[in-house]
């Protein structure tokens, strides 16, 4: 079934290079820069004079008043655009209504289920947005929430979700958006460490054709959090049967009836609270991650439009078929992570290019559906995961061929390494041999892109994502801050830049330690200060013309389909089995999935299992169990039990060992520390 070529072009990537298309050849209207040495002098400006270069930037966009000073910065706090009022939904939504583009399209959605008349679809323009999330303002203020409370939203892919965040950000509440394929521990977790009263969900979401039950697992989470939730806002998508509490919950439509359709925009300091996003780390516990008002929104504004070549249309909208002579700008990530909010929400909105929400899988009703989307509503910037990428050069070139691409002008992948194989396949049969592939590296905390080449102006290397975005001093440093101009090392950055994380809520002293206790800069560390340069968590490399390649991360957290996920958390989750006693959770390279998770467990002498049977029902058991305590992306895809771990004398867990052992390489790791020789051979032997 598979017709794609699979040569390997993995030892050749370095040497492959395309360079950067005309306008034309792609079918783009230009360029907004398109050559190299308006990059190096944006670039170089951006890093020198930083107050400069966003001073102008950010008068692009919509504030109250005005800033005293761009940025400040003593590690590890920034502020940015000091003293200074703004509201990112006031830049999404009212600027343009205000504008005069009220009636232009800026949120195109596609339904899962696909009726015997096609996939349903809505075209919400920036006027109808602007009354859908004042009304939908007006509810939350009445559900009793107030400027910077935390609002928790766990909804499925659906435009109500869009609002709901813009909604809080138009009244200066702060959101916390749960990904929907978590299950009700993450709500609880979450709920908890951010003290939200309210929550807004959905009866369900579809999902491959089922439907995903968001209020069960809301309802479970509230018996859990004991009377602190006073709220549950409740969207009806699915009409599943659902339990309800009436002096609790709320249906949507119930709340924003008897509203008025006009809300101020709350004039929010520059540095007030945007949101948290929980996002893993090393150790069991999600970390919160703070994002505020002005610096993000001008960092993402600014990524969305040179990164996609973003131009706003000039076109008279056609309700038919939205804006078909301008451009339609589809990511396809869940709004329930970073990629979302930063480039479905906030960054295209800000910039008035009409984004394009599909609520599904990208293989229902058949394996050709996100190709059916870009060619029914004319995509023109495409963005997606290196994971879904691998899947569908598995489902079949026949998926993509029926389909006219021709609309599509630049392509972007994220969230994890892109092997050069898939970069390839990307490249010819998605964009015609011709669209410029954005290869980003970001992170939840860097709020947006950072490293990447831009579509009309550098040359692409398959696997590499590129140089450094305007104001990024990305560096590759030894664990002093001394620079690797080329070569391998951890990936810092030196600099402030405006959408940079503000803390982890409610933990300074995790938020030092995490990011800002590694390079010793200046003896910063060694006399106890906070590092000035930014620990990602990443390995890179950087060849001889500057372009970074990421290695993979450096510390315990592992990319499953491009989703972070801490191993620590699988384990807390796996020894909350009855049955076992202690786990080590790795990631392995997966086909599909990149990084695949592979979970070392032993288990309690009495649930030893009798025979084979019992061995795979157990197997099974467990990953039902991690997949209804974290979600189904936590699910290790193997798991070997073994009498024990493979430990140093010290105690502690040979890592890279199961490492090596899940890959099924020969190990690199030095074993003699090992404290029980055998375990290796047991280890290696078992299936
Ligand atoms: C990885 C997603 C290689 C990296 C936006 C990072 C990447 C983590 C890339 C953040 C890329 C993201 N190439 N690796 N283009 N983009 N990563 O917080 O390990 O969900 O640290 O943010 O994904 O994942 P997060």
Redesign the pocket.
């Known amino acids: 079934m598979t017709t794609h070529s699979t040569t390997n072009e993995s030892h050749t990537a370095a040497d492959r290079v395309f360079a950067p298309p005309a306008a034309d050849d792609v079918g783009a209207d230009r360029w907004l820069i398109d050559d190299a040495a308006t990059y190096e002098r944006m670039h170089a400006e951006s890093v020198a004079d930083p107050a400069t270069f966003y001073g102008t930037i950010a008068k692009e966009l919509h504030w109250f008043n005005d800033w005293d000073s761009v940025v400040e910065f003593e590690s590890p706090d920034a502020v940015w655009f000091k003293g200074a009022t703004t509201n990112l939904c006031q830049n999404c939504v009212d600027r343009h209504v205000a504008d005069g583009f009220g009636d232009e399209i800026g949120l195109i959605w596609e339904g899962e289920p696909v009726g015997t008349n096609g996939p349903e679809v809505r075209a919400l323009s920036y006027a109808e947005l602007q009354k859908d999330i004042s009304r939908f303002a007006n509810a939350l203020k009445t559900a009793g929430v107030r400027e910077s409370d935390v609002v928790t939203i766990y909804m499925g892919m659906v435009p109500e979700l869009a609002i709901a965040c813009l909604a809080c950000a138009r009244i200066g509440a702060a959101h916390s958006v749960i990904f929907g394929g978590f299950a009700a521990h993450s709500i609880v977790d979450r709920g908890k460490d951010a003290s939200s009263i309210v929550i807004v969900t959905c009866d369900g979401a579809w999902r491959r054709g089922s439907i995903v039950p968001l209020k069960a697992n809301v309802d479970e989470a509230v018996a859990v959090l004991d009377g602190a939730v006073d709220k549950v806002i409740c969207l009806k998508r699915t009409n599943n049967d659902i339990g309800w509490d009436d002096s609790r919950d709320i249906w949507w439509h119930v709340a924003v009836e008897a509203e008025p359709d006009e809300c101020p925009c709350a004039e929010l300091d520059s540095e007030a609270t945007a949101f948290l996003l929980y996002?893993s780390g090393s150790t069991g516990k999600p970390k919160g991650?703070k994002h505020t008002v002005g610096g993000y929104m001008v960092h993402t504004y600014l990524t969305s439009k040179y990164v996609f070549n973003m131009i706003p249309g000039l076109d008279e909208p056609n309700r038919d078929a939205p804006l078909p002579n301008g451009q339609v700008y589809w990511c396809t990530a869940d709004i329930g992570?970073?990629?979302g909010h930063?480039y479905i929400v906030y960054g295209p909105m800000a910039n008035r290019v009409p984004t394009l929400m599909y609520e599904g899988a990208p293989n229902f009703p058949e394996a050709d559906r996100f190709w059916d989307i870009v060619e029914r509503h004319k995509v023109t910037q495409f963005y997606t995961a290196?994971t879904a990428i691998r899947a569908f050069m598995k489902w079949g070139d026949e998926h993509v061929t029926k389909h006219d691409l021709s609309s599509l002008q630049v392509l972007g992948?994220?969230?994890?390494?892109?092997n050069p194989e898939a970069w390839m396949w990307y490249r010819t049969h998605i964009g015609r041999g011709v669209c410029p592939i954005v290869?980003?590296?970001?992170?939840?905390?860097?709020g947006g892109?950072m490293?990447?080449t831009l579509p009309g102006v550098h040359t692409t290397k398959p696997g590499s994502?590129g140089l450094p975005f305007f104001g990024v001093d990305a560096a590759i440093c030894e664990d002093d801050g001394t620079e690797i101009p080329e070569g391998s090392g951890l990936l810092t950055i030196r600099k402030p830049w405006p959408s940079m994380l503000r803390g982890i809520y409610g933990d300074r002293d995790r938020f030092i330690e995490t990011y800002w206790n590694t390079f010793d800069v200046d003896g910063a560390v060694s006399e106890g200060r906070p590092s000035p340069y930014y620990l990602?968590?990443?390995g890179a490399q950087r060849d001889a013309d500057g372009y970074f390649w990421?290695t993979?991360?450096s510390d315990d957290?592992i990319?499953v389909s491009?989703?972070?996920m801490g191993t620590a958390e699988v384990e807390s989750s796996l020894v909350a089995h009855p049955a076992v006693v202690e786990a080590a959770v790795v990631g392995m390279p997966h086909e599909i999935k990149g990084t695949g998770i592979a979970a070392f467990v032993t288990l309690s002498p009495e649930s030893a299992p009798a025979d084979k049977h019992a061995v795979e029902a157990l197997k099974k058991a467990l990953r039902t169990h991690v997949g209804d305590e974290i979600g189904a992306i936590a699910k290790p895809d193997l798991i070997r039990f073994t009498d024990a771990l493979p430990k140093t004398r010290s105690g502690k867990i040979m890592r890279r060992l199961l490492r090596d052992i899940a890959a099924g390489r020969e190990t690199s790791q030095d074993t003699t520390t090992l404290e029980d020789k055998s375990v290796l051979e047991k280890l290696r032997g078992e299936d």
């Open positions: 996002t991650i992570w970073i990629t930063s290196p992948s994220v969230g994890e390494p892109i290869d980003t590296w970001w992170q939840t905390e860097t892109q490293l990447t994502c990602a968590g990443d990421i993979g991360r957290v990319n491009g989703h972070r």
